[in-house]
């Protein structure tokens, strides 16, 4: 189901309406995941992820498969992701040739993002885990809307800042 929303930005004394085509997922339930797989096998320059979590064998395929065909995939990852026994989505990624920083600035990265083509935005709740499609009540929103996915941008940029790339 899709929903055309005008998302309202409030600034001092004004406010702006944002048309976005907005599609909702909700887990149980819902195929939230091959939704999210769709989206980025449609894209056709970048995709930027910042995740908690990681670790849904579909979506990491689905974004190696990406960057095969020469998308330009970079991510963010939250410190837990970062491990030094057992599985370790930062070094899966990188050793893929993906680009993957980790944010240790704060607490918990617990955004859970993906921009593709600077025009779509996937988020909500849902981690990009296996649980969040199989166990989990979750929420997925995917925003058309490249005002929105500018938002999005450029907090991604602010994060990627104070991140630390996961090199050799």
């Known amino acids: 189901m899709k929903y055309i929303l005008l998302f309202f930005l409030l600034l001092p004394f004004s406010v702006f309406a944002i048309p976005a085509d ?10 939230c995941d091959m939704q999210i797989i769709g989206a980025i096998d449609n ?10 979590q990681l670790t849904s064998t579909p979506i990491s395929i689905a ?47 617990h955004n859970k993002v993906i921009i593709i083509d600077d025009k779509i ?11 969040a499609q199989k166990r989990n009540a979750e929420n997925l929103l995917i925003i058309k809307s490249d005002i929105v996915a500018k938002a999005y941008e450029d907090n991604y940029n602010k994060r990627l800042k104070v991140s630390f790339q996961v090199l050799d």
């Open 43 to 52: 894209a056709q320059r970048m995709i930027e992820v910042q995740a908690y």
């Open 22 to 31: 907005v599609s909702p997922c909700f887990t149980p339930g819902e195929r």
């Open 63 to 109: 974004l190696e498969r990406a960057n095969r065909r020469g998308v330009k995939v970079q991510i963010i990852l939250d410190k837990t992701q970062d491990r030094k026994k057992g599985y370790s989505p930062a070094l899966y990624f990188h050793d893929l040739g993906i680009p993957v920083w980790i944010d240790r600035k704060v607490t918990i990265a």
């Open 121 to 131: 935005v996937i988020t909500g709740s849902y981690n990009f885990s296996a649980n």
